[in-house]
């Protein structure tokens, strides 16, 4: 077989897939008009798939690297320099979202400034193409094909098809969300009716702190801190004893919960600041082993770890907030 003819029976397979899907969108609501404008135009983009396959798997042998070197590159003078700036350029509409949410406005800002750098590059892949090619593709059908579907939704509730440009997995805009998150989260921040997070920094920081009352962030709390353990201390009761099933080995590097007073009772003292109240619970990890910096963590960096599940992001995106609200 040619390469011509596997293209073109990838296309013909391609476009039978699609529409296998037509009634279950049009029973979701998509305008057919919206789905029959959109389909016949999209080709299957082998490239996708290609970036899909080479994912890192998440192997439980493989090595865990430093934090230290990815902190370095992502907590840098230029990245904080920014979002101080960005921080003051929103503040004043800023203030009352925060006051709404409960979210610090600079968790808001670290979160845009770790996803595209704020706002310098957020993706050109055709997101109904990419979607469409990796749900045709298989691995995970089920989650890309709900994520098309969604951004024909968003084509019915008016965003330009034109805008549908993202990452290729689907992530787009300022915060980088999926299609499904947009429609279910994304919030007009400055009142003009448009939730718009391709050019807005005020909605795209609105729906980054709707995201995360969504997930449970609770008002007042820090999301964790930096903290000196005792020479001589006791790690023997701390494993974790429960499995998370979601991202297991992300949460599997978090010690038992405790409570802040635990903590101090056990000869831990925070860097740089106080305690948070007694009762708040926490969780350590030492993410460059005994002997380097140690942090304890609260029930808000599982939210974090919620908008992206990796350890050296959450801590990443907490320490440029410390960083931009200094
Ligand atoms: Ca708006």
Same mark, same amino acid.
């Given at each position: 077989?040619?390469?011509?003819?596997?293209?073109?029976?990838?296309?013909?397979?391609?476009?039978?897939?699609?529409?296998?899907?037509?009634?279950?969108?049009?029973?979701?609501?998509?305008?057919?008009?919206?789905?029959?404008?959109?389909?016949?135009?999209?080709?299957?983009?082998?490239?996708?798939?290609?970036?899909?396959?080479?994912?890192?798997?998440?192997?439980?042998?493989?090595?865990?690297?430093?934090?230290?070197?990815?902190?370095?590159?992502?907590?840098?003078?230029?990245?904080?320099?920014?979002?101080?700036?960005?921080?003051?350029?929103?503040?004043?509409?800023?203030?009352?979202?925060?006051? #709404?949410?409960?979210?610090?406005?600079?968790?808001?800002?670290?979160?845009?400034?770790?996803?595209?750098?704020?706002?310098?590059?957020?993706?050109?892949?055709?997101?109904?193409?990419?979607?469409?090619?990796?749900?045709? #593709?298989?691995?995970?059908?089920?989650?890309?094909?709900?994520?098309?579907?969604?951004?024909?939704?968003?084509?019915?509730?008016?965003?330009?098809?034109?805008?549908?440009?993202?990452?290729?997995?689907?992530?787009?805009?300022?915060?980088?969300?999926?299609?499904?998150?947009?429609?279910?989260?994304?919030?007009?921040?400055?009142?003009?009716?448009?939730?718009?997070?391709?050019?807005? #920094?005020?909605?795209?920081?609105?729906?980054?702190?709707?995201?995360?009352?969504?997930?449970?962030?609770?008002?007042?709390?820090?999301?964790?801190?930096?903290?000196?353990?005792?020479?001589?201390?006791?790690?023997?009761?701390?494993?974790?004893?429960?499995?998370?099933?979601?991202?297991?080995?992300?949460?599997?590097?978090?010690?038992?919960?405790?409570?802040?007073?635990?903590?101090?009772?056990?000869?831990?003292?925070?860097?740089?600041?106080?305690?948070?109240?007694?009762?708040?619970?926490?969780?350590?990890?030492?993410?460059?082993?005994?002997?380097?910096?140690?942090?304890?963590?609260?029930?808000?960096?599982?939210?974090?770890?919620?908008?992206?599940?990796?350890?050296?992001?959450?801590?990443?995106?907490?320490?440029?907030?410390? #960083?931009?609200?200094?």
């Amino acid at each position: 077989m040619t390469t011509s003819s596997a293209c073109a029976q990838d296309d013909a397979g391609f476009q039978a897939f699609l529409q296998s899907i037509r009634g279950r969108a049009l029973s979701e609501g998509v305008r057919p008009g919206t789905f029959d404008a959109v389909a016949p135009t999209l080709t299957y983009n082998p490239r996708v798939v290609e970036l899909d396959r080479q994912q890192p798997e998440a192997s439980p042998t493989a090595a865990i690297p430093n934090f230290a070197p990815y902190k370095a590159q992502h907590v840098d003078a230029a990245r904080i320099a920014r979002g101080r700036a960005a921080y003051a350029r929103t503040r004043a509409r800023l203030a009352r979202i925060e006051a #709404e949410t409960g979210v610090p406005e600079e968790i808001m800002v670290a979160i845009w400034g770790h996803e595209t750098n704020y706002g310098a590059y957020t993706g050109n892949f055709d997101l109904p193409r990419s979607l469409a090619s990796l749900a045709y #593709e298989g691995r995970r059908r089920a989650l890309f094909t709900d994520e098309f579907i969604a951004t024909l939704k968003m084509i019915d509730r008016g965003v330009p098809r034109d805008r549908l440009k993202g990452s290729w997995a689907g992530a787009f805009g300022y915060p980088q969300f999926l299609p499904s998150v947009y429609l279910r989260l994304a919030r007009d921040g400055d009142g003009d009716g448009r939730a718009d997070i391709w050019s807005n #920094e005020t909605d795209t920081l609105a729906s980054i702190a709707n995201y995360f009352v969504n997930a449970g962030w609770r008002a007042g709390q820090p999301w964790g801190f930096a903290v000196t353990l005792p020479a001589r201390f006791d790690r023997s009761d701390l494993k974790a004893r429960t499995t998370s099933p979601r991202c297991p080995r992300v949460h599997d590097r978090h010690s038992r919960w405790r409570t802040m007073a635990e903590w101090r009772a056990r000869g831990v003292v925070p860097q740089g600041r106080g305690w948070p109240g007694d009762s708040v619970l926490a969780s350590l990890i030492e993410p460059d082993g005994p002997g380097r910096t140690a942090y304890l963590l609260t029930g808000n960096y599982r939210v974090i770890l919620d908008y992206n599940c990796s350890n050296f992001y959450a801590l990443s995106v907490g320490l440029l907030a410390d #960083e931009i609200a200094r």
